[in-house]
């Protein structure tokens, strides 16, 4: 997949985190992001990527904490791959391919299977048969 394509997916799935209707019935703290940082060099295999997560109640200050937690995990090129609130993200990739997924928080599905629908949709949009899933995350996607 073209870093442009690549670069559109990433944009659609932080639209459709950010761009979602709240219920009133949804029971989370307002502000809670969570940020994946990512230290992933090219032709290790896929998976094995140095990874740290933030949360915060911005979506900046979980990017610093996601790259600090990358950094102490003694991770040298760490960069934000994504970040999102109230919903589900993960980070797929091989060799020589990446993919993310974000998938929002609905009331009427659990969490285990929003997390799912993120992993799947990261190792989609990486794109090739040796991608492996390296990280994924929840914030504000409240149990039931």
Excluded: F
Aim: glycine letters at 12%; hydrophobic letters at 35%; proline letters at 4%.
């Amino acid at each position: 997949m073209d870093r442009k394509l690549k670069t559109a997916l990433q944009a659609a799935s932080l639209v459709a985190a950010l761009g979602m209707s709240m219920s009133p019935a949804m029971a989370w703290a307002d502000g809670s992001w969570d940020s994946i940082a990512v230290d992933d060099t090219v032709g290790h295999r896929g998976g094995n990527a140095g990874y740290g997560v933030g949360t915060a109640d911005t979506a900046t200050a979980a990017d610093q904490q996601a790259m600090e937690a990358c950094a102490k995990a003694g991770n040298t090129s760490c960069k934000v791959m994504l970040h999102y609130r109230y919903a589900c993200g993960a980070y797929a990739s091989s060799r020589t391919k990446y993919g993310t997924g974000v998938v929002p928080e609905s009331p009427t599905v659990s969490p285990s299977v929003i997390e799912g629908q993120a992993r799947q949709l990261a190792l989609d949009n990486c794109g090739n048969p040796g991608c492996e899933l390296t990280i994924s995350d929840c914030v504000g996607v409240p149990d039931r």
